[in-house]
């Protein structure tokens, strides 16, 4: 399947990188991918060995030679810049600076992060901190690779549901290499509005105001089992949830989105489920 070469699409979904990190590159390939995200490590947990210069060599390798454009990261769960516990706050803003070393040395230019929750606290006290622990990051290294805040559908005491939360932490992170990942899944559990023509606009406009279109780099497509504003964060299957086939029809038409990669965080057996989902989305191209 290389519509997606036809069709010019950044368009795939996210890779699992067993058996190595090059093997992520070509299981997206076998199906068509031409912007994949993976983990650069086991993403739950805290510890994991440094890259080999084999490992480094045979990636950036298989990289350039890929008809796959766009590869992207994405960061452990297990980070929680926000949390209250010291203890948790050190091993998170340890482990986020050794996934943004490992993306330089891969060549991957965005790592998606997921904000943090404030357990006991409140949001305002988690936002500033998150905020403070990325502007200390990128202040003791200058990293290439931009870390990608990823807005949240506020499951629990989860911040960076709201725009206001993501144009928050961009405003006073301190750094220009910092952009946004958006969750279609998350946004709408969130309770934004994007299933008709109407709302879709309202909501990017609305967006546009508060963050700014131009930060996000990434597009997370996903549906969502859970209804609007459920604030339950649970993918679904493109068309098969409840935010509506119209809403991705709307986004994959969107010109001002065309040059940003879409991938897909569908719930998947094997990668036959990624294709039905990728070969779905391509259908809605007009
Ligand atoms: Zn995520
Ligand atoms: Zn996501």
Not at 263 to 282: C, G, Y
Request: glycine letters at 6%; proline letters at 2%; hydrophobic letters at 35%.
């Amino acid at each position: 399947m290389q519509t997606t070469i036809k069709k010019n699409i950044l368009l795939g979904a996210h890779m699992s990188i067993s058996g190595g990190l090059d093997q992520a590159i070509e299981r997206g390939e076998s199906i068509g991918c031409t912007a994949i995200q993976i983990f650069t490590k086991s993403n739950r947990q805290w510890q994991t060995k440094k890259l080999t210069n084999q490992e480094i060599t045979i990636f950036l390798e298989k990289q350039r030679n890929s008809f796959i454009k766009k590869i992207n990261a994405h960061a452990s769960y297990l980070i929680n810049l926000g949390s209250p516990n010291k203890d948790v706050e050190r091993k998170s803003i340890e482990a986020l600076k050794i996934e943004l070393m490992r993306c330089d040395e891969l060549n991957i230019p965005y790592l998606v992060l997921h904000p943090g929750s404030h357990v006991n606290t409140d949001e305002q006290t988690c936002l500033k901190q998150i905020t403070h622990n990325i502007k200390t990051i990128y202040k003791e290294k200058n990293y290439k690779t931009t870390l990608l805040i990823e807005n949240m559908a506020g499951q629990g005491s989860t911040v960076g549901y709201s725009f206001e939360h993501l144009a928050y932490i961009l405003k006073n992170c301190g750094t220009k290499n910092i952009g946004i990942c958006f969750d279609t899944c998350h946004a709408f559990a969130a309770g934004y509005n994007f299933s008709t023509k109407k709302d879709y606009t309202n909501m990017w406009k609305n967006f546009d105001n508060i963050v700014g279109l131009k930060q996000i780099k990434v597009i997370h497509v996903n549906d969502s089992k859970k209804e609007r504003g459920s604030r339950v964060d649970r993918h679904q299957n493109i068309g098969q949830g409840m935010i509506g086939k119209e809403a991705f029809k709307l986004l994959m038409n969107d010109k001002n989105f065309k040059d940003i990669p879409k991938v897909l965080e569908t719930p998947k057996d094997n990668l036959n489920d990624d294709e039905k989902n990728m070969n779905i989305l391509l259908k809605f191209i007009k």
